[in-house]
């Protein structure tokens, strides 16, 4: 009997840590800030820590949960807090190695070239594999506009695009992402209340752990909530990943200094 109730009560306990929005404070933000681009982002804590708004037009930009982990699930929701602002990119990083080589999820608002590639509207799961393991050497701005096709050391895994497949101002979206539940398989949900969106399963080899992050690109206004991570098994960082993250830190630290000389 006694056995029993332990077991309730530890399925409880499970249940009511899987519920609770993941606090955020521990979570660390990084932007690819490239000389011809716009500035590094401004990620502001709300909410009791359980949000984050990415509040400037920014180049490449991320806030990483700084956890190298494979087997897991995320859920919550995000939105563009505006009106009839600017239409570009919001999304999501998972199996983040370094700067240079991880899975991104973006979603474009409308349709735009620029920096000679084009930006269709809608969304798209890619793949970034730089030789260096740092983005400001491999990839370019390019890379992170074009979503059409394969450019540089940006490779497309999966599109859903089209000319009213674009994020709307003000409207709540849920997103859901299997990373690695099963060997080598994505499974991303997007919904906006019950409507499926989006719900893709791909199969790529490349990664099979890293970080979460959420991602924006010359999108202003956009709020990251509520997110529940389920599952999830720790994989040590290896010594030469963290002295190349603390070397791009110190990198983009000297840049944004001589920016603002």
């Not at 899987?18 to 709300?46: F, K």
């Not at 969304?123 to 074009?146: C, P, R, V």
């Given at each position: 009997?006694?056995?029993?109730?332990?077991?309730?009560?530890?399925?409880?306990?499970?249940?009511?840590?899987?519920?609770?929005?993941?606090?955020?404070?521990?979570?660390?933000?990084?932007?690819?800030?490239?000389?011809?681009?716009?500035?590094?982002?401004?990620?502001?804590?709300?909410?009791?820590?359980?949000?984050?708004?990415?509040?400037?037009?920014?180049?490449?930009?991320?806030?990483?949960?700084?956890?190298?982990?494979?087997?897991?699930?995320?859920?919550?929701?995000?939105?563009?807090?505006?009106?009839?602002?600017?239409?570009?990119?919001?999304?999501f990083v998972f199996g983040y190695q370094n700067s240079s080589n991880f899975y991104l999820f973006d979603w474009?608002?409308?349709?735009?070239?620029?920096?000679?590639?084009?930006?269709?509207?809608?969304?798209?799961?890619?793949?970034?594999?730089?030789?260096?393991?740092?983005?400001?050497?491999?990839?370019?701005?390019?890379?992170?506009?074009?979503?059409?096709?394969?450019?540089?050391?940006?490779?497309?895994?999966?599109?859903?695009?089209?000319?009213?497949?674009?994020?709307?101002?003000?409207?709540?979206?849920?997103?859901?992402?299997?990373?690695?539940?099963?060997?080598?398989?994505?499974?991303?949900?997007?919904?906006?209340?019950?409507?499926?969106?989006?719900?893709?399963?791909?199969?790529?080899?490349?990664?099979?752990?890293?970080?979460?992050?959420?991602?924006?690109?010359?999108?202003?206004?956009?709020?990251?909530?509520?997110?529940?991570?389920?599952?999830?098994?720790?994989?040590?960082?290896?010594?030469?990943?963290?002295?190349?993250?603390?070397?791009?830190?110190?990198?983009?630290?000297?840049?944004?200094?001589?920016?603002?000389?």
């Amino acid at each position: 009997m006694w056995r029993k109730a332990i077991f309730i009560a530890l399925l409880a306990f499970s249940f009511v840590v899987h519920a609770d929005p993941v606090n955020l404070t521990s979570w660390s933000p990084l932007t690819l800030d490239y000389p011809s681009g716009q500035s590094a982002g401004n990620w502001i804590l709300g909410g009791g820590n359980t949000y984050v708004d990415q509040v400037i037009n920014a180049d490449p930009s991320f806030y990483l949960n700084n956890l190298n982990q494979t087997s897991y699930s995320m859920d919550g929701s995000w939105q563009v807090l505006e009106a009839g602002g600017d239409d570009d990119y919001m999304g999501f990083v998972f199996g983040y190695q370094n700067s240079s080589n991880f899975y991104l999820f973006d979603w474009k608002q409308g349709s735009q070239d620029y920096v000679g590639t084009t930006a269709n509207e809608g969304m798209t799961i890619k793949k970034m594999t730089g030789s260096t393991g740092n983005g400001l050497d491999d990839l370019s701005l390019a890379e992170f506009w074009e979503n059409g096709t394969n450019y540089g050391d940006m490779t497309i895994l999966a599109q859903n695009q089209g000319s009213t497949l674009g994020w709307e101002d003000n409207v709540l979206y849920d997103f859901h992402l299997d990373f690695n539940l099963n060997s080598n398989e994505i499974h991303i949900v997007v919904k906006q209340g019950s409507t499926i969106l989006w719900d893709k399963t791909i199969f790529d080899s490349t990664f099979s752990y890293g970080q979460f992050g959420f991602y924006n690109y010359s999108q202003e206004d956009v709020r990251y909530a509520g997110f529940v991570q389920t599952g999830g098994v720790v994989v040590p960082i290896p010594g030469a990943v963290i002295l190349c993250s603390i070397g791009l830190g110190i990198a983009g630290l000297k840049l944004r200094r001589s920016k603002e000389l």
